[in-house]
Antibody
Framework: EVQLVESGGGLVQPGGSLRLSCAAS????????MNWVRQAPGKGLEWVSY????????YYADSVKGRFTISRDNAKNSLYLQMNSLRDEDTAVYYC?????????????WGQGTLVTVSS | DIQMTQSPSSLSASVGDRVTITCRAS??????LAWFQQKPGKAPKSLIY???SLQSGVPSKFSGSGSGTDFTLTISSLQPEDFATYYC?????????FGPGTKVDIK
């Protein structure tokens, strides 16, 4: 069974930093591209970042470019999101989501999410 | 960037009703369109990909159609567990984009 479990969320002040993790199991993690998608309270879904299976290709949404860094450790079956210079508008539930095997940017499995609150 | 719209933004329906939700892309995306279901406090769940292909394990009461810029999600007979918010998403090009969602609640 595919499982994605996020952790690392919490309360942080504006300008602060936070590192999210996503632990994957139930599939060959090193064969799949991965993503972070977020959802502000009461709002819709927003794609944040993509990383290919070998980390050779990385994309970011314009809203986080230069502030967030996606990475992965295939030996540990883990995905990460380093978030710096956090702003109020980064407050959201952050989901890790797996790219499907055959369609880039179709998210076939999602974690349960971790809440990041940016507030003073 | 491609923008996605959905209509209606919300609808009220009864158990057993047939429900149709529409999604429109700001430019052609072929059939690179997915649908997701999200219940309150839960992660999105994939329902349909490639506009009309059912994700494994999803019941056949869900169906999708369309190509190019106009797409629909149909629930053939609404059940209590189907009351949720539904999102479309294009994956034709980066950045991937979601529609604003359609909330389906009980009449």
């Amino acid at each position: 069974e595919v499982q994605l479990v996020e952790s690392g969320g919490g309360l942080v002040q504006p300008g602060g930093s936070l590192r999210l993790s996503c632990a994957a199991s139930g599939f060959t993690f090193s064969s799949y591209s991965m993503n972070w998608v977020r959802q502000a309270p009461g709002k819709g879904l927003e794609w944040v970042s993509y990383i290919s299976s070998s980390s050779s290709t990385i994309y970011y949404a314009d809203s986080v470019k230069g502030r967030f860094t996606i990475s992965r450790d295939n030996a540990k079956n883990s995905l990460y999101l380093q978030m710096n210079s956090l702003r109020d508008e980064d407050t959201a539930v952050y989901y890790c989501a797996r790219d499907s095997r055959y369609y880039v940017a179709y998210f076939d499995y999602w974690g349960q999410g971790t809440l990041v609150t940016v507030s003073s | 960037d491609i923008q996605m719209t959905q209509s209606p933004s919300s609808l009220s329906a009864s158990v057993g009703d047939r429900v149709t939700i529409t999604c429109r892309a700001s430019q052609g995306i072929s059939n690179y369109l997915a649908w997701f279901q999200q219940k309150p406090g839960k992660a999105p769940k994939s329902l349909i990909y490639a506009a009309s292909s059912l994700q494994s394990g999803v019941p056949s009461k869900f169906s999708g159609s369309g190509s190019g810029t106009d797409f629909t999600l149909t629930i053939s007979s609404l059940q209590p567990e189907d009351f949720a918010t539904y999102y479309c998403q294009q994956y034709n090009s980066y950045p991937p984009a979601f529609g604003p969602g359609t909330k389906v609640d009980i009449k």
